[in-house]
């Protein structure tokens, strides 16, 4: 159980468009899921918190403009960068929180994008 | 002081060795604790979670001191797939039971044959 997917797993584009990077709870229901980004050799960073029918929580620094989170149902949450750079380049990774006390979570396998 | 402290090695044991990783975190209002690793160009898997004084699964055992604000891994009879970044991630709880998880760096561990 406590399955997250996340597509596309890579994705090259040219700077200036928009990729959008959707990840999926498979067998249980996320009211929230989060999104991160890892540089080379660094560590996870918390980007922002997806709510399920309400707005992202952004983290001091990420640009909510530029980052678009749409968490449209319990199953979904979509990450987009807009105007894509090569500075964008990253490792993206989501993560769902399994419901109750526990408040663990489960990380999708990534996404990597390469900007031109 | 950064909020997640750990040692990032990397640790070369050889096989069949006994490991341990130490991690000191700073917010003491942290209730839970996460043991994950990482393998290269990999998500992060969730090892072990840590609600009271420590936990214990097969080979891996943690050990919670809040006094202290500091949890360890140890890990027995290392094999050569235990080869990977162990990631100590506290959760900061926030309001309505969500909760970040606040990752350091890792400590990373090479078990050699």
């Known amino acids: 159980g406590a399955v997250v997917s996340q597509h596309p797993s890579w994705v090259i584009c040219k700077s200036g468009t928009s990729v959008k990077i959707e990840c999926r709870s498979l067998d249980f229901q996320a009211t929230t899921m989060f999104w991160y980004r890892q540089f080379p050799k660094q560590s996870l960073m918390l980007m922002a918190t997806?709510?399920?029918?309400?707005?992202?929580?952004?983290e001091q620094g990420v640009e909510k403009d530029k980052f678009l989170i749409n968490h449209a149902s319990l199953t979904l949450s979509t990450l987009t960068v807009t105007s894509a750079h090569p500075e964008d380049s990253s490792f993206y990774i989501c993560?769902?929180?399994?419901?109750?006390?526990?408040?663990?979570?489960?990380f999708g396998p990534g996404t990597r994008l390469t900007v031109l | 002081r950064k909020e997640v402290e750990q040692d990032p090695g990397p640790f070369n044991v050889p096989e069949g060795a006994t490991v341990a990783f130490n991690c000191t975190y700073s917010?003491?209002?942290?209730?839970?604790f996460f043991w994950y690793r990482q393998d290269c160009r990999k998500e992060p898997k969730l090892l072990m979670s840590?609600?009271?004084s420590g936990n214990e699964d097969g080979r891996f055992t943690a050990q919670l001191n809040r006094a202290s604000q500091y949890i360890s891994l140890l890990i027995r009879d290392s094999k050569l797939s235990d080869s990977a970044t162990y990631l100590c991630v506290p959760l900061t709880h926030g309001s309505g039971n969500t909760g970040k998880l606040i990752f350091g760096q890792g400590t990373t561990l090479q078990v050699k044959p």
């Open positions: 917010n003491s209002a942290s209730q839970s």
């Open positions: 840590v609600y009271s």
């Open positions: 993560s769902a929180r399994v419901g109750g006390a526990k408040n663990e979570q489960f």
């Open positions: 997806s709510n399920e029918g309400s707005k992202a929580t952004y």
